[in-house]
């Protein structure tokens, strides 16, 4: 009897612990997204007391700027009305620190803040050294020529004299260093000097000086972020809008496919056709470039006022005219396409390669002999890289909070659900055991007796018996003879035995009976 209680006791207790796992597995099954996407709201919020915040003002992530330069191999062929020639040098990669500063958050939920970028050359990342030569158009001189094509004669004929007497021809060669962050040159001063405002810069010249505007409300607009996140719970529908320094515009790219990187799920999004098409092929553009080719970016407002021209690097995606002009251009989508790889619940790039090209607008200008005979051309300057990926600590601190803890909380849920519903099966099976056993003893034990006495006979004296079968786990033996006994089984599922010749005794007892009659 105390045995029997005991039982009881533990079935009820380990029902009682189902009941709670299958209570708490609901709990989560309906609870954990939510909660999920409540955690992620508050923490990819640009505020002070989010966790992403510092992560964004001083961002974690390894920022590389890898640069080419298209070496001009025929310069005074080109001055003469040839085809250009032009082989591809570097990359030359410098390490990008950012910082933000002024940070101020206004009452439209927007944060203005200024941004110090730094650059840092790696020489066991670069081929080449910053005091490589790179012969280059030079774009004083032939976008000072193209601004004084409609002039009168006189004036540039005393352009052309002050061009010679500082020494100025239409290709020069410089040192990389100088190229990419300035260096002196006379002519810079002599305008300056003469023709006060005309330049939006004063001292060194290099291509990364920038003045940022453009010529319509919409183009003059920063849509989208920084470039560094985007808002969470991103689809397949969804684009990305970003503000680029380089281009000095905003840009908007467009999904193409989900990937992994590092463990991760992204979502990759890249440029579509339409982001360099010129007015003439997709109108939003026209206030960015209302002339020349489809597949570049009049960018002569933000930079210098020369008739500079962004696209992807080789013209790629580009009117196939502009890379057929130029020999040594061979544009393709693997090395010169770019894409951003983004976490889509987050918002937070994973991975991002963004490639653009710097272009001069090159021609003969009569009345000004430094420009020759040169065929109009859009010629390449330069192409460079921004590129920067997760990695390390900080990769794997995102691989356990994005990808690893969610994974255990959502295959947690259903295993407690599942353990619960096992849990709560054990007291039903059990009290099911025990009625089936107390209603049905007497049955069995007439059916044995019955055996015992009469052996078929006796069981003939009960026609058509019906007996629910034996648990699974019952064994019964008996014995009737030395040389005769009888070994039974299970019985598999519930069911009926009729006209049975062996005898059984009552269910879950194992009973040795001695022998009847020889």
């Known amino acids: 009897m105390g045995n029997l209680s005991r039982a009881r006791r533990v079935t009820a207790a380990l029902g009682f612990i189902g009941l709670l796992f299958a209570v708490l597995g609901i709990i989560m099954i309906v609870m ?14 640009i505020d002070p007391n989010s966790l992403s915040f510092n992560m964004w003002k001083e961002i974690p992530v390894p920022f590389y700027l890898s640069v080419y330069f298209f070496n001009i191999v025929n310069p ?16 030359y990669v410098y390490r990008e620190f950012r910082h933000k500063s002024n940070i101020t958050f206004n009452n439209n939920d927007t ?11 790696q020489p066991d990342k670069s081929r080449g050294q910053e005091s490589d030569y790179i012969v280059m158009p030079n774009i004083l001189v032939l976008s000072a020529s193209m601004m ?42 002599l305008i300056n000097q003469y023709f006060p405002n005309s330049l939006p810069f004063k001292g060194k010249f290099g291509l990364f ?35 680029s320094p380089e281009a000095c515009r905003s840009m908007k790219l467009v999904y193409k496919e989900q990937g992994v990187f590092g463990g991760i799920p992204t979502f990759r999004f890249v440029a579509p056709s339409t982001l360099f098409a010129n007015g003439s092929v997709y109108p939003p553009n026209e ?50 396409s770019l894409f951003l790889d983004i976490h889509p619940v987050t918002g937070i790039p994973m991975n991002c390669s963004v490639k653009l090209q710097l ?39 995102f691989y356990i909070q994005l990808v690893l803890m969610p994974k255990v909380l959502h295959y947690a849920q259903y295993v407690l659900l599942a353990l619960g519903c096992v849990l709560l099966l054990i007291p039903i099976i059990y009290q099911i055991r025990s009625q089936v056993s107390s209603g049905q003893s007497m049955a069995w034990a007439e059916w044995s007796l019955a055996c015992l006495l009469g052996g078929r006979r006796g069981l003939n004296q009960i026609p058509q018996l019906s007996l629910p079968a034996v648990p699974m786990d019952t064994a019964c033996t008996l014995s009737l003879h030395p040389l005769r006994a009888a070994v039974l089984g299970l019985y598999l599922g519930w069911g ?23």
């Open 32 to 45: 954990v997204p939510s909660i999920i996407k409540q955690q992620v709201l508050k923490n990819v919020r």
């Open 111 to 121: 944060v203005s803040f200024l941004e110090y970028r730094s650059y840092q050359f």
């Open 76 to 91: 005074e062929g080109i001055i003469q009305g040839q085809k250009p020639q032009v082989q591809e040098h570097g990359p």
């Open 496 to 518: 009926a035995i009729h006209h049975c010749i062996l005898a059984f005794p009552a269910p879950s007892v194992t009973t040795s009976l001695p022998v009847l009659g020889g």
């Open 359 to 397: 272009s001069l607008f090159v021609k003969s200008v009569k009345g000004i002999g430094q420009t020759g005979n040169i065929q109009p051309v859009v010629l390449p300057l330069m192409w460079f890289e921004e590129s920067g990926a997760m990695e390390g600590e900080t990769l794997e601190t």
């Open 148 to 189: 004084m094509e409609n002039r009168p004669g006189l004036l540039k004929l005393m352009m052309t004299l002050a061009f010679s007497t500082l020494g100025q021809r239409a290709f020069m060669n410089r040192t990389v260093g100088e190229i990419m962050w300035g260096y002196d040159d006379p002519l810079i001063h």
């Open 287 to 336: 206030g960015f470039c209302p002339c020349r080719e489809s597949g570049i970016q009049n960018v002569s407002t933000c930079r210098f006022n020369a008739p500079l021209f962004l696209s992807h690097p080789h013209f790629y995606n580009a009117d196939p005219v502009l890379a057929e002009a130029v020999s040594g251009l061979h544009p393709n989508p693997k090395e010169h």
């Open 209 to 243: 000086a920038e003045v940022n505007y453009w010529h319509s409300d919409q183009c003059n607009m920063i849509n989208g972020t920084s470039g560094q996140m985007w808002a969470p719970f991103m689809t397949p529908e969804s684009s990305l809008e970003f503000y």
